[in-house]
């Protein structure tokens, strides 16, 4: 596709797949790491009005001029804005008055991409669809928390559901060397994907197969949160302080386990892969297996021999930056490089992932607490 259908059907996907919402729906926050959905389709499209229009448009006039301050996220660069915390406490602009915004941009930037930008506004516009995906992925994290939060366990119609594992797991050896990691590819990526370097690895055997929800409640059954002895300190004080006893989204009801997605409130399908865990319950459930999560290197190396794509995976690699990391100058460079500390890094991809938004150098990555995003975990031995 050109840059300009890329846009149009990614700016068109987030409308896609907000129909099923109700208009209640858009601007719950029921905890600080959510945000409202329409929150997403506001800040993805000041992306655009910021980085490109308001940049490379002579004279260009904004839609409105708080919103530059209601919807940006983290760009100190780009000026003030609300709290994170804050965002779900915003029934102004309506929901009507956010696609009129999207509407409005988007008029403005076909405009724009059929006067042949420059090389340097193709290159923003490529991050910022890129940046849209990320969004839209993350609206699906945030609308299942925020559904699957409520009492009556509301569904909506959806095509991210979860396939059977169907076939038993195999471990593939690979074996000690140095090995090339980094992009290498023609095409986009992250700057954090860059900087190619190698790596020496020891020889390991890695599963072709995520954990299923089937072993995860083996580990449950044996006592495993209640085992301090499997737990990092820090995990065990966050699950004792949050009193967690399973993966998101599980609730035991009449001593069966069940639990949520948009698709409905069911009992825990075996076949399935175990999703919505932390760093911290993958690490537990490793040590109880007796074997370990691989490094991050480790499972590119590996990614080609991998059955992935349907959880983001976590791996025992803090999120640091690569050999000659640079950021880039103003607003645009702290988008990955500020970030990199205190979090571990996720390969591979999800249900949600946008289609041809994930490769296998993608550094997906979170803080070792969080699970409300589509998570889960492989073995190595």
Known sequence: MTLKEQYQYTRNRFLEICKPLKTEDYSVQPAVFVSPPKWHLAHSTWFFEQFVLLQFVKDYQVFNDDFAYLFNSYYNNAGKRVLRPNRGLMTRPTVDEVYEYRAY?????????????????NTIIELGINHEQQHQELFYYDITYILGNQPTFPTIENSIALKSISTPAKFIKIPEGLYEIGHKEEGFCYDNELGKHQVFLHDYEISDQLVTNGEYLEFIEAGGYQDFNLWHAEGWDFIQQNNIQSPLYWHEVD?????????????????????????YEAFAFAEWKQMRLPTEFEW??????????????????????????TKAPGALGEYNGKFMINQMVLRGASVATVNNHSRNTYRNFFHPDLRWQFSGLRLVK
């Open 105 to 121: 941009v988007d008029e403005k930037m076909m405009a724009f991409l059929n006067n042949n930008p420059s090389q340097e506004a």
């Open 255 to 279: 001593g069966v386990w069940h639990y949520y997605t948009l698709d409905g409130f069911v009992a825990v399908e075996k076949t399935k892969p175990a999703a919505h865990i932390s760093f």
């Open 300 to 325: 590119e190396v590996a990614s080609k021999n991998l059955n992935y794509g349907q959880l983001w995976e976590w791996t025992n690699s803090a999120y640091l930056p690569y050999p000659n990391f």
